[in-house]
């Protein structure tokens, strides 16, 4: 079992910057490929960034390239998730998930477990 804790969240303006954290737990941390994604209102739950166990491969979704940086630190347990640049579209609840197996993927039913998500809200 893996326990997956999102932190960092919050209401931010236009422009500034947030870093979210997912605090793993429970098994080995550093074999896990990780992700994000986010969910708003009304909206499926949409993929942000994902990076590999080494954290050597990384992708990320057109609408955040270049704006966001996904992270991990194995001794640490914890994968980030830094957010500059934010926009209100970036509104919504953001979840990290972690993938058991080897390679990183966009599709959130291949990612096997989930945190409960953190609130990230932009104002205008």
């Known amino acids: 079992q893996v326990q997956l804790v999102e932190s960092g969240g919050g209401l931010v303006q236009a422009g500034g910057s947030l870093r979210l954290s997912c605090a793993a737990s429970?098994?080995?941390?550093?074999?896990?490929?990780m992700g994000w994604f986010r969910q708003a209102p009304g909206k499926e739950r949409e993929f942000v960034a994902a990076?590999?166990?080494?954290?050597?491969?990384?992708y990320y979704a057109d609408s955040v390239k270049g704006r966001f940086t996904i992270s991990r630190d194995n001794a640490k347990n914890t994968v980030y998730l830094q957010m500059n640049s934010l926009k209100p579209e970036d509104t919504a609840v953001y979840y990290c998930?972690?993938?058991?197996?080897?390679?990183?993927?966009?599709?959130?039913?291949?990612?096997?477990?989930w945190g409960q998500g953190t609130q990230v809200t932009v104002s205008s």
């Open positions: 429970g098994r080995t941390f550093s074999s896990y490929a």
């Open positions: 998930a972690a993938k058991l197996t080897l390679g990183i993927t966009t599709t959130p039913s291949r990612y096997d477990y």
């Open positions: 990076l590999s166990w080494s954290g050597g491969n990384t």
